[in-house]
């Protein structure tokens, strides 16, 4: 079974970093989707970064582009979130995602409608 466990989040300044973790259990990063997504009170959720396998370059949403980087590390079965830059509009809360999924299936509509998720950490940017 399947099940992801993100940490990490934390109330920062804008301009700060944070990193935050996402421990799987029950599979193998490989031939896995995974992403994380964010959702602040009263908008849609949003993909901030995905990725198909690990070592693959993820893909990012235009809005974290530049700041946000999604590091890996197979052997502890880790994905991270690594946050610079942080502005008051990144404050949300985020959480991972992941699915078995074919390379060509592996994008945010996909794996929000299908993936497996944690249960969120909390990042908030103060101005």
């Known amino acids: 079974q399947v099940q992801l466990v993100e940490s990490g989040g934390d109330s920062v300044q804008a301009g700060g970093s944070l990193r935050l973790s996402c421990a799987a259990s029950?599979?193998?990063?490989?031939?896995?989707?995974m992403a994380w997504f964010r959702q602040a009170p009263g908008k849609e959720r949003e993909g901030v970064g995905v990725?198909?396998?690990?070592?693959?370059?993820?893909t990012y949403a235009e809005s974290v582009g530049g700041r946000f980087t999604v590091p890996q590390d197979e052997t502890r079965n880790t994905l991270y979130l690594q946050m610079d830059g942080l502005k008051p509009e990144d404050t949300a809360m985020y959480y991972c995602?992941?699915?078995?999924?074919?390379?060509?299936?592996?994008?945010?509509?996909?794996?929000?409608?299908?993936?497996?998720r944690g249960q969120g950490t909390q990042v908030t940017v103060a101005s």
């Open positions: 995602a992941a699915a078995h999924l074919s390379p060509n299936d592996c994008d945010f509509a996909t794996l929000a409608r299908i993936g497996v």
């Open positions: 029950g599979y193998s990063f490989s031939r896995y989707c």
């Open positions: 990725l198909f396998d690990c070592g693959n370059i993820p």
